[in-house]
C-alpha cells in the first residue's frame, strides 16, 4: 500500500488548491504546489515551514508554457515519478452579456481553463508514466454540462465555454493515454465557499476536497474519460 503519493497541483495559493495542498500533505503525501508568485502565497509558505521537505511551492503559470517546464524540471530533480496531477487552476470572468462579450477576456478563459490543463499534463507525461497508478484530474464544472446548460439558462459564457472545453479534452486524452495506463478524468467540486463560488456556497473546501480525495482514491482505469461529482456520482455532460 503506497503511503507517500507525488502530487502536482496547480492553482494551489487559494481555494480548493490550498485546501488539496493542505489536505494531501496531511495524509503524507509529497507535494508540489504551483502558482504564479510563491513569494506572495503566504499561507503556502506557512505550510511549508510546518512541513519541511514535504512541500516544494514551485513558480507556475498555466498559460506561461515556460514556467509549467520550468515546474516540471524542478520536481524532476527531487522525485523520479508522479502520482497525481490536479488540474486545478481556473478563472470565472463575471457579468457578460451577448452584448459585452470581450474576445481577449474569453481567449483568456479557455486559455486557463482549457489549454492550460492540458499543457501541463504533456510537459508532466514522462513523470506520469513512471508514477504509481498514475492519474490526471481535470477540476471541472457542472456549468461546463451541457445537460445543466440547458436547464439553468444562459450567461457566463467563457466559463461555461471553457469548462465545456475541458471536459471534451479530458475524454481525449483519456483515451490517447489509455495504453500508458495514466487515468484522466473531470471532477465537479460542487458549490463551493471560496472567492469564484462565494460565501452563501453549499460546501466548505474542506468538505469538497476530502470527498473529491475519496474520489480520485477509487479510481480505475474503468472510470477514465469519465465525469464525476464530488460524491463519486457520475456527472450528466
Same mark, same amino acid.
Given at each position: 500500500?503506497? /503511503?507517500?503519493?507525488?502530487?502536482?497541483?496547480?492553482?494551489?495559493?487559494?481555494?480548493?488548491?490550498?485546501?488539496?495542498?493542505?489536505?494531501?500533505?496531511?495524509?503524507?503525501?509529497?507535494?508540489? #504546489?504551483?502558482?504564479? @508568485?510563491?513569494? &506572495?502565497? !503566504?499561507?503556502?509558505?506557512? +505550510?511549508?515551514?510546518?512541513?519541511?521537505?514535504?512541500?516544494?511551492?514551485?513558480?507556475?503559470?498555466? !498559460?506561461? %508554457?515556460? /514556467?509549467? #517546464? #520550468?515546474?516540471? %524540471? #524542478?520536481?524532476?530533480?527531487?522525485?523520479?515519478?508522479?502520482?497525481?496531477? =490536479?488540474?486545478?487552476?481556473?478563472?470565472?470572468?463575471?457579468?457578460?452579456?451577448? !452584448?459585452?462579450?470581450?474576445?481577449? !477576456?474569453?481567449?483568456?478563459?479557455?486559455?486557463?481553463?482549457?489549454?492550460?490543463?492540458?499543457?501541463?499534463? $504533456?510537459?508532466?507525461?514522462?513523470?506520469?508514466?513512471?508514477?504509481?497508478?498514475? $492519474?490526471?484530474?481535470?477540476?471541472?464544472? &457542472?456549468?461546463?454540462?451541457?445537460?445543466? $446548460?440547458?436547464?439553468?439558462?444562459?450567461?457566463?459564457? *467563457?466559463?461555461?465555454?471553457?469548462?465545456?472545453?475541458? @471536459?471534451?479534452? /479530458?475524454? /481525449?486524452?483519456?483515451?490517447?493515454?489509455?495504453?500508458?495506463?495514466?487515468? =484522466?478524468?473531470?471532477?465537479?467540486?460542487?458549490?463551493?465557499?471560496?472567492?469564484?463560488?462565494? *460565501?452563501?456556497?453549499?460546501?466548505?473546501?474542506?468538505?469538497? =476536497?476530502?470527498?473529491?480525495?475519496?474520489?480520485?482514491?477509487? +479510481?480505475?482505469?474503468?472510470?477514465?474519460?469519465?465525469?464525476?461529482?464530488?460524491?463519486?456520482?457520475?456527472?450528466?455532460?
Amino acid at each position: 500500500m503506497q /503511503t507517500m503519493r507525488r502530487v502536482l497541483i496547480t492553482g494551489a495559493n487559494r481555494g480548493l488548491g490550498l485546501e488539496f495542498v493542505r489536505q494531501c500533505l496531511a495524509r503524507g503525501d509529497r507535494v508540489f #504546489a504551483g502558482c504564479r @508568485n510563491p513569494a &506572495k502565497a !503566504t499561507a503556502l509558505q506557512a +505550510l511549508s515551514a510546518d512541513h519541511p521537505g514535504q512541500l516544494t511551492i514551485p513558480p507556475l503559470d498555466v !498559460t506561461d %508554457e515556460e /514556467t509549467i #517546464a #520550468a515546474c516540471v %524540471e #524542478a520536481m524532476r530533480s527531487q522525485v523520479d515519478g508522479l502520482d497525481l496531477l =490536479v488540474n486545478n487552476a481556473g478563472i470565472y470572468p463575471r457579468g457578460e452579456t451577448p !452584448t459585452t462579450l470581450n474576445a481577449d !477576456t474569453m481567449l483568456r478563459a479557455f486559455h486557463v481553463n482549457a489549454v492550460g490543463p492540458m499543457i501541463v499534463a $504533456k510537459h508532466c507525461l514522462d513523470l506520469l508514466r513512471a508514477g504509481d497508478h498514475p $492519474k490526471i484530474v481535470n477540476i471541472s464544472s &457542472k456549468m461546463g454540462s451541457l445537460w445543466w $446548460k440547458e436547464r439553468e439558462g444562459g450567461g457566463d459564457y *467563457s466559463y461555461c465555454s471553457s469548462k465545456a472545453a475541458l @471536459n471534451m479534452l /479530458t475524454r /481525449t486524452l483519456a483515451f490517447d493515454l489509455r495504453s500508458d495506463g495514466i487515468i =484522466v478524468v473531470a471532477l465537479n467540486p460542487g458549490w463551493v465557499q471560496t472567492d469564484m463560488g462565494g *460565501s452563501n456556497a453549499d460546501l466548505t473546501p474542506a468538505e469538497s =476536497v476530502c470527498g473529491m480525495l475519496e474520489v480520485i482514491e477509487r +479510481l480505475t482505469e474503468s472510470d477514465s474519460s469519465k465525469f464525476f461529482t464530488w460524491e463519486g456520482k457520475e456527472h450528466p455532460w
